[in-house]
């Protein structure tokens, strides 16, 4: 039998137990390896997933800013084209209000007047103390206005008037603004330039019927328009004149 000495013994048993050591160091490493690798790749995979949600809520973001933005624009193009057109109509009015002829009678500031030969009008009343233009008087004034563009050389006699109710001033004044609503409302939407009326005998207390009566009072409270041309192209129409009546059949 052969004898071992202590020394390669002890040599031996060393290098046993360093082989150990190095089998059990790799066996847990690949199984360090072998739980943590997924866990690694499924955190990369988070990782990804949250960088693409990120971009994802940017890009939404981004587009819904400028979406909004681009609504905000348009609104305020169409606030600001809505104050333009609100201007241009104020300075229009302002315009007529200023230029349209105002006199006692017409042959003092129409020359050749005899020249001159009705060929249309219309007439509209008022309620109590009221200056504002019903949609039976608008109805009235438009039947009266679809036949300006088709007459040549023609002016418009506006006459306005209250009945016998307050004072001659407040009358006055409420007869102007009566007939200024009707100046108004032909030049805008008819185009009429403003020399082409002529506002005659306001505030006069003229009475067309008795302010005795209710219904003598509503005929008062009126404004009356007459279409007036110097040419004989224009045919006179058919039909008298039109009417309309509002408001409360007694009062200014």
Same mark, same amino acid.
């Given at each position: 039998?052969?004898?071992?000495?202590?020394?390669?013994?002890?040599?031996?048993?060393?290098?046993?137990? *360093?082989?150990?050591?190095? &089998?059990?160091?790799? %066996? =847990? @490493?690949? #199984?360090?390896?072998?739980? /943590?690798?997924?866990?690694?790749?499924?955190?990369?995979?988070?990782?990804?997933?949250?960088?693409?949600?990120?971009?994802?809520?940017?890009?939404?973001?981004?587009?819904?800013?400028?979406?909004?933005?681009?609504?905000?624009?348009?609104?305020?193009?169409?606030?600001?084209?809505?104050?333009?057109?609100?201007?241009?109509?104020?300075?229009?009015?302002?315009?007529?209000?200023?230029?349209?002829?105002?006199?006692?009678?017409?042959?003092?500031?129409?020359?050749?007047?005899?020249?001159?030969?009705?060929?249309?009008?219309?007439?509209?009343?008022?309620?109590?103390?009221?200056?504002?233009?019903?949609?039976?008087?608008?109805?009235? *004034?438009?039947?009266?206005? &679809?036949?300006?563009? %088709? =007459? @040549?050389? #023609?002016?418009?006699?506006? /006459?306005?008037?209250?009945?016998?109710?307050?004072?001659?001033?407040?009358?006055?004044?409420?007869?102007?603004?009566?007939?200024?609503?009707?100046?108004?409302?032909?030049?805008?939407?008819?185009?009429?330039?403003?020399?082409?009326?002529?506002?005659?005998?306001?505030?006069?207390?003229?009475?067309?019927?008795?302010?005795?009566?209710?219904?003598?009072?509503?005929?008062?409270?009126?404004?009356?328009?007459?279409?007036?041309?110097?040419?004989?192209?224009?045919?006179?129409?058919?039909?008298?004149?039109?009417?309309?009546?509002?408001?409360?059949?007694?009062?200014?």
């Amino acid at each position: 039998m052969t004898r071992i000495s202590r020394a390669g013994f002890a040599a031996a048993s060393t290098m046993a137990a *360093l082989s150990l050591v190095f &089998t059990t160091g790799c %066996s =847990t @490493k690949n #199984y360090v390896r072998s739980q /943590t690798e997924p866990v690694i790749q499924k955190t990369n995979e988070l990782d990804d997933a949250t960088a693409t949600n990120n971009r994802t809520i940017h890009d939404v973001d981004t587009r819904s800013q400028a979406g909004i933005q681009q609504a905000q624009n348009s609104a305020n193009t169409a606030q600001q084209n809505a104050q333009s057109a609100t201007q241009a109509a104020n300075t229009a009015q302002s315009s007529a209000t200023d230029a349209v002829n105002r006199a006692d009678t017409l042959s003092g500031v129409i020359a050749n007047l005899d020249n001159y030969k009705q060929v249309g009008d219309v007439s509209v009343t008022f309620g109590f103390n009221k200056d504002v233009l019903t949609k039976a008087d608008k109805d009235q *004034l438009d039947q009266f206005g &679809t036949q300006l563009a %088709s =007459t @040549k050389s #023609y002016i418009l006699e506006v /006459t306005g008037g209250t009945d016998s109710v307050g004072s001659k001033e407040y009358n006055y004044d409420l007869s102007d603004r009566r007939a200024m609503a009707v100046v108004q409302y032909l030049a805008s939407k008819y185009n009429v330039p403003a020399h082409k009326f002529y506002l005659v005998g306001l505030g006069k207390d003229v009475e067309i019927d008795s302010n005795k009566t209710s219904a003598g009072r509503a005929k008062n409270r009126h404004v009356e328009v007459q279409l007036l041309s110097n040419t004989s192209d224009n045919t006179p129409p058919a039909q008298g004149s039109a009417s309309a009546t509002s408001g409360s059949p007694s009062g200014l």
